[in-house]
């Protein structure tokens, strides 16, 4: 769940928003009380090594529908942030 905070409160402590955003919290800025943009951190990338690739392809390719493409590529890729 994110952590609303107003424009001022981000300026003002910046050093304690950012020790947020490494432990990993989210934020909504507010500016005149109406959000305007998020904060979160950015998830550390993983290192796929090019067999596990391959294999994660090939299941994907075999998918027969696309919510079973979507599943086979949320289970390897992790699932999207967008909807939150």
Do not use: C, Y
């Not at 934020?27 to 998830?43: A, D, K, Q």
């Amino acid at each position: 769940m994110s952590r609303t905070i107003t424009q001022a409160e981000l300026r003002n402590g910046s050093a304690g928003v950012m020790d947020a955003l490494e432990a990993g919290d989210d934020f909504i800025i507010t500016r005149n009380g109406r959000p305007v943009g998020e904060l979160r951190p950015i998830r550390a990338e993983r290192d796929v090594a090019t067999a596990d690739l391959k294999a994660r392809l090939a299941r994907f390719l075999a998918a027969g529908s696309a919510e079973q493409e979507r599943a086979e590529l949320d289970a390897a890729f992790g699932a999207d942030r967008l909807d939150d």
